[in-house]
């Protein structure tokens, strides 16, 4: 059974920090590249961050420097500090493998997503 849990997110000022965690289960996340996503509100999911199996690390240039992405293989899991978000930074935030696996027909299999909100 494929489950994405992703918690962590919440209200911040500008300039502050939140760290999201990703836990998953199923098959197809074991040994796989995984990566952060977010989708701001009337925008596509877009992928920020990656990262290997082996801990090698990948940043979209609208996060580099601020974001870091890390796993724990062992606990299946994979976390996102993020540190000086700006409100561009607000959206929600979902954790999956990268590129996407589709499970037959029912497509990609997404979490709940955790939502992030920067504002004073």
């Known amino acids: 059974q494929v489950q994405v849990v992703e918690t962590g997110g919440g209200l911040v000022q500008p300039g502050g920090a939140l760290r999201l965690s990703c836990t998953t289960s199923?098959?197809?996340?074991?040994?796989?590249?995984m990566g952060w996503y977010r989708q701001a509100p009337g925008k596509q999911r877009t992928l920020i961050a990656s990262?290997?199996?082996?801990?090698?690390?990948n940043y979209a240039d609208s996060v580099k420097g601020r974001f870091t992405i890390s796993r724990d293989s062992a606990a299946n899991t994979v976390s996102l500090q993020m540190n000086g978000l700006k409100p561009e930074d607000t959206a929600v935030y979902y954790c999956?493998?990268?590129?996407?696996?589709?499970?037959?027909?029912?497509?990609?299999?997404w979490g709940q997503g955790t939502q992030v909100t920067v504002s004073s």
């Open positions: 990262i290997t199996s082996r801990g090698g690390a």
């Open positions: 999956n493998t990268t590129p996407l696996v589709r499970l037959g027909s029912l497509g990609v299999h």
């Open positions: 199923g098959n197809i996340f074991r040994g796989s590249v």
